[in-house]
């Protein structure tokens, strides 16, 4: 546990992260930004809502790509937090309920050290403070909190929440919690007949899935389960991507789940595409 909370490790997937979420989120506005008139107008294409929705959600575009490319990382991230709490806050007829998401990923982000690798903030500090006697190198290392915090908090208690809800579905309990939307054609943008046809196997990744959400919050915390944990967490998430009109919502719950990838790996990539020669 100590390990946990006071362990240091390498940052690089952190920096993944930050890329990644703030590609999603980026995403996420761009293809909102369609349903604008829809989502904060009183009355849609007749009585516009308080406030003009897609200025705000431009500037926010801008603040996502700065985010991204790691250019005044923490004011951006603070930025991004009010942005999300404006403008998904204010959603009241059209709860995505990744909006939550969202603003709680958002909120964390301002106090994890996103930028120590792979972003011109961290480029301008090599720059600004090298000299001849040697290159500076900003802090390598991030407390293994930072990645494992933000799993709890939308991964594990998101789940938690989710199957408080399925165990008071009589369609969850009787094994159909993932027939029922597949079937509904409005709901879907895939075929997926050949799967939902077979009875026994439906049933039985209904059965999984709630299962997999009880043990989640409790056994990730091991780093022997990470792996498995995220390999079927992606799995389901990949099927949500396939199955249903809500890519961007699976999507992030993939790039949390990136923060279960063991670090050693992201280091074993950085150095398979460093360079052999630093320019």
Request: net charge positive; glycine share 6%; proline share 3%.
């Amino acid at each position: 546990m100590r390990t946990i909370f006071l362990g240091k490790i390498d940052g690089r997937g952190l920096a993944i992260f930050r890329i990644l979420f703030a590609t999603v989120l980026f995403c996420e506005l761009f293809t909102l930004s369609d349903f604008l008139e829809i989502i904060y107008s009183k009355v849609a294409f007749v009585q516009t809502g308080e406030f003009k929705a897609e200025i705000l959600y431009h500037l926010w575009m801008i603040v996502t790509v700065m985010i991204g490319l790691g250019f005044f990382t923490m004011p951006m991230a603070v930025v991004n937090y009010l942005f999300s709490l404006v403008i998904f806050g204010s959603a009241h007829d059209f709860e995505y309920h990744i909006f939550y998401g969202y603003i709680l990923l958002s909120f964390l982000l301002f106090f994890m050290p996103i930028s120590r690798h792979y972003s011109l903030d961290s480029l301008i500090k090599r720059v600004k403070y090298s000299s001849g006697k040697g290159a500076y190198e900003p802090g390598q290392k991030v407390l293994a909190l930072n990645y494992l915090f933000p799993v709890f908090s939308l991964i594990g208690l998101f789940y938690f929440d989710s199957v408080l809800f399925k165990l008071d579905s009589r369609m969850w309990l009787d094994g159909l919690g993932m027939w029922k939307p597949s079937n509904i054609p409005m709901a879907t943008w895939s075929d997926t007949s050949w799967l939902m046809n077979n009875e026994n196997l439906v049933i039985f990744l209904g059965y999984t899935v709630i299962i997999f959400e009880v043990v989640f919050v409790f056994t990730f915390w091991r780093k022997k389960f990470r792996l498995i944990l995220m390999l079927i967490g992606f799995g389901f998430h990949l099927g949500i991507l396939l199955e249903f009109p809500i890519p961007w919502f699976a999507l992030a719950f993939c790039v949390v789940y990136l923060l279960m990838v063991p670090v050693s790996f992201w280091v074993y990539l950085s150095r398979k595409l460093k360079l052999k020669k630093a320019k």
